[in-house]
């Protein structure tokens, strides 16, 4: 079975609770990150890692072709894009400082890193899941009829996000069905199984139980544009100390998107290789493609960076995420992490920002100054 989108497996919440647990009472303050000089002292050997997953497929070509090297060559840096296998490892090592930047949604970013302390930037936003994550009943074709069923999935994911907004939309609530915690690995599985009624999950594994007899997909994530977010993130005290850091990772990042999305015979031969290396074949990675808002541009990136939809969308995330206990025990108040945005707003604690959408990197590129 195909590992892409496993991006979406649950973080593991004991790392998250003992690490918040400690570092609630650590504030910091709101200072944006700019592109001034490089301190004397700044390292300039970076690791980012990066997951399988069809919107980070081309962190891996750009490593492999040589386009991490033009830029970082550019800025006297050197980056070295480093494949995790376990997506959960990814955050932990980034948590944890053993990689200075990693692949992740803005949920993840926020209840891994981000409440465990570590502050993090948000150099740019890569895409948004637009039909990749549904939610599939057993003959059943309304959302209102999700109401008294057990519903499969892989509890506190962004599938259970995913769940809660679909009920929200029905006018129902968590408590009116009780949800089975069930890997990405037997979920297909389990949809034949007689006790299941319903479940949310993602492709590749959404389009094999849609296939399946009696499912409808009566929910899918492109309801919900923009609040399932895939970016970059990066150590913020690296970023500071190294501004030359965000300015290459920013220029691979839309050169190689530039590649990703171009219909030519370079764009195809890319997506080729961006398909071998995620384990599948062409057709398969750009089905999976048609489904991802890719932001492959820096204009259609800056302007979803600056929208008030990213502060909207990252307060729902961030209330769904405390209500489920995913800022850790340490934690009293959804207002406990702060989270920051172009033009001075926050939500949450200012003193204790931890998570930061900067645009500036992007806002370069838009102005060609990289």
């Not at 891994?112 to 993090?120: E, F, L, S």
């Not at 492109?222 to 220029?251: C, H, Q, W, Y």
């Amino acid at each position: 079975m195909s590992v892409l989108f496993n991006r979406k497996r649950f973080i593991a919440a004991l790392a998250v609770s003992c690490l918040a647990l400690a570092s609630c009472g650590q504030k910091s303050g709101d200072k944006a990150q700019g592109a001034a000089a490089p301190a004397a002292t700044a390292k300039t050997e970076y690791k980012i890692g990066w997951t399988i997953y069809a919107g980070w497929m081309p962190w891996a070509y750009a490593q492999q072709s040589g386009i991490v090297k033009k830029w970082a060559d550019k800025y006297g840096v050197k980056i070295e894009l480093v494949q995790i296998n376990d997506y959960v490892e990814s955050l932990n090592q980034y948590s944890a400082g053993k990689l200075d930047g990693v692949t992740a949604t803005n949920m993840d970013a926020l209840t891994v890193p981000a409440a465990a302390g570590k502050d993090t930037t948000v150099v740019m936003i890569g895409d948004y899941s637009d039909g990749n994550d549904g939610v599939v009943l057993k003959n059943g074709t309304s959302l209102a009829e999700l109401k008294g069923r057990p519903v499969n999935l892989v509890e506190l994911s962004v599938s259970h996000y995913l769940l809660a907004r679909a009920l929200e939309k029905a006018g129902l609530k968590m408590s009116d069905v009780k949800t089975v915690n069930t890997s990405d690995a037997d979920i297909v599985a389990a949809f034949g199984a007689a006790d299941t009624k319903a479940l949310v999950t993602w492709n590749p594994q959404l389009s094999e139980v849609k296939k399946m007899p009696g499912a409808t997909e009566v929910f899918d994530s492109s309801k919900i544009p923009g609040e399932i977010l895939d970016g970059l993130m990066v150590s913020t005290e690296a970023l500071k100390a190294n501004p030359n850091l965000g300015k290459a990772l920013t220029g691979i990042w839309y050169e190689t998107m530039a590649l990703t999305v171009a219909q030519t015979p370079e764009g195809k031969a890319a997506r080729e290789q961006m398909a071998k290396l995620s384990g599948a074949d062409l057709a398969s990675f750009e089905g999976q493609l048609k489904t991802t808002h890719l932001y492959a541009d820096p204009k259609s990136a800056l302007a979803a960076t600056v929208s008030p939809d990213l502060v909207t969308a990252n307060d729902r995330v961030r209330k769904f995420s405390f209500s489920m206990g995913l800022f850790g025990q340490g934690a009293k108040s959804v207002d406990d992490i702060g989270i920051s945005f172009p033009g001075g707003k926050t939500l949450g604690d200012p003193n204790n920002v931890k998570l930061r959408f900067d645009p500036s990197y992007v806002q370069q590129a838009v102005d060609g100054k990289l």
